[in-house]
């Protein structure tokens, strides 16, 4: 170890530093490991230093910390990690190194920078990188190279983190993720500060008991944010949903014949399904609900009664006639009125409001391909 300059000896003198400086040039790991133990001691021991004593101490530290093995390495980490005034040199060398070292000091360490994080997610492993996804306050530039460079395991742990900050871009980019796995549909669906738009995105992938969160939310939302949430939303909706059925311009003719008579009513839809009118079905349902055709094929596709119950209850359609549709799609369903009764229980509880509220961030997707 490189002996302490004369400049150096002079600031400590008077404290028992220099004594334990000179300790470090024994040979024995055992009394390494005393003194570098002893150091910290000295240093957490409730005085205060200056900045030049701070930076000696963080000095002597790394260099002593660098021979010792793990376990001391670790336990150095966790009695600096929560130390607001831990040498910052020190503090820097224990972040990268292994995580059972780095772990306390990336959750906890205010000492580290916005700069230092930066550093170490994009460069260290997926450990770190839920480390730092854990901390009290996670900024957007840090959050946003964790989502990027982050797998599921880490993401969900920065989603699930209220004290992690995440740009629009980012939130964007980790809900079009959450999508695709279950593991991360609970943890983007319950993040308070997730935009509402893609809180509703989450809606036709998620298990009901998420499905009602989002309806409760969309149901206390303050209209002023509901605007802003729908504005934001439709800046983003993609048009392109794939090709139409090549019979959509006959039924949509058709449909708007009927429309224009006054003669489109919800019982028209039941004649569609029973002579299997599926594209006319679409279309006269989507004209109803005001939706685009893409999210009625969706919902139909999927058989998803949830959200076609959201789209007849603000429609004001007739339950007995919801019930009839949720029969008809039902199909080949082994038990098709058992299931459609327990549909028409939710039909009655659900409020026309919240159906309404939800419908008008499907209904984006129609505002972007009009615009």
């Known amino acids: ?117 930066i550093d170490v997610v994009s460069r260290q492993g997926q450990d770190h990188m839920r480390a730092v996804s854990g901390r009290t306050e996670v900024s957007e530039a840090v959050s946003e190279i964790i989502v990027e460079r982050g797998d599921d395991h880490t993401l969900g742990v920065l989603l699930r983190n209220d004290g ?13 993720r959450a999508k695709n796995n279950p593991d991360l549909h609970a943890p983007a669906v319950e993040r308070k500060s997730l935009p509402a738009d893609l809180l509703n995105d989450m809606y036709f ?22 605007e802003a949430a729908l504005a934001a939303g439709r800046a983003r909706v993609a048009t392109d949903d794939g090709a139409l059925p090549a019979d959509y311009a006959e039924s949509l003719a058709y449909v708007d014949e009927l429309h224009a008579a006054n003669q489109l009513t919800p019982q028209v839809l039941i004649r569609f399904l029973r002579s299997k009118g599926r594209t006319a079905f679409l279309v006269a349902l989507s004209r109803l609900s005001d939706v685009d055709f893409h999210t009625a094929r969706n919902i139909v596709d999927r058989r998803d009664l949830d959200a076609l119950s959201i789209i007849c209850k603000a429609a004001d359609i007739d339950r007995a006639i919801f019930l009839t549709y949720a029969v008809s799609l039902l199909g080949g369903d082994s038990n098709p009125m058992g299931r459609a009764a327990a549909y028409g229980r939710m039909y009655s509880e659900l409020t026309r409001d919240a159906a309404q509220r939800t419908l008008r961030f499907w209904r984006m997707r129609r505002v972007a391909q009009a615009a």
């Open 205 to 226: 992938v998620v298990e009901a008991r998420l499905r009602h969160q989002i309806l409760e939310q969309n149901a206390q939302m303050d209209p002023d944010l509901l």
């Open 1 to 117: 170890m490189t002996e302490p300059s004369a400049e150096e000896r002079a600031i400590i003198m008077g404290s028992r530093l220099p004594d334990l400086i000179a300790l470090a040039n024994e040979a024995s790991s055992e009394k390494r490991r005393l003194l570098l133990r002893e150091l910290t001691d000295h240093f957490l021991g409730g005085v205060e230093h200056s900045v030049t004593e701070t930076e000696l101490y963080g000095s002597v530290l790394e260099t002593l910390s660098e021979e010792m093995e793990t376990a001391v390495r670790a336990e150095l980490a966790a009695r600096f990690a929560e130390a607001p005034n831990a040498p910052a040199s020190l503090i820097r060398r224990l972040a990268e190194d292994q995580i059972d070292v780095a772990g306390p000091v990336l959750r906890a360490s205010t000492v580290l920078t916005d700069a230092d994080l």
């Open 164 to 176: 992690a900050q995440l740009s629009r871009a980012a939130s964007e980019t980790a809900v079009e």
